[in-house]
Nanobody
Framework: HVQLVESGGGSVQIGGSLTLACAASRGFDDADAEWGWFRQAPGNERKAVASIYIDDGATDYANSVKGRFTISQDYTKDTVYLQMNSLKPEDTAMYYC??????????????????WGQGTQVTVS
């Protein structure tokens, strides 16, 4: 599997911004590969935040973050980013990036995403 390492989490005030980064140990040469960002708050199930197809850059967002979060990728650095603006307390969670190279990943749930990062905490207060 690809190794993923997240960075950029931290504590921020309500309305503030943070940018998360997730670096992969290697590039993806799979036409159907995609990245996903997910989050999990204590006592809650993991939820999808955003996803991006590596090949064409098509993105998708959870309704709760549309207009506030932006997922992007840097092909040269094998890195995906999550720019988070207008942060709310309900955005507080552990954020995980994940990668699917099978083409069978379900970005809304993370099913079949084989590679996961260790997580980075985001706290909004």
């Amino acid at each position: 599997h690809v190794q993923l390492v997240e960075s950029g989490g931290g504590s921020v005030q309500i309305g503030g911004s943070l940018t998360l980064a997730c670096a992969a140990s290697r590039g993806f040469d799979d036409a159907d590969a995609e990245w996903g960002w997910f989050r999990q708050a204590p006592g809650n199930e993991r939820k999808a935040v955003a996803s991006i197809y590596i090949d064409d850059g098509a993105t998708d967002y959870a309704n709760s973050v549309k207009g506030r979060f932006t997922i992007s990728q840097d092909y040269t650095k094998d890195t995906v980013y999550l720019q988070m603006n207008s942060l709310k307390p309900e955005d507080t969670a552990m954020y995980y990036c994940a990668a699917d190279t099978s083409g069978f990943g379900v970005p809304s749930t993370g099913t079949n995403f084989a590679s996961w990062g260790q997580g980075t905490q985001v706290t909004v207060s």
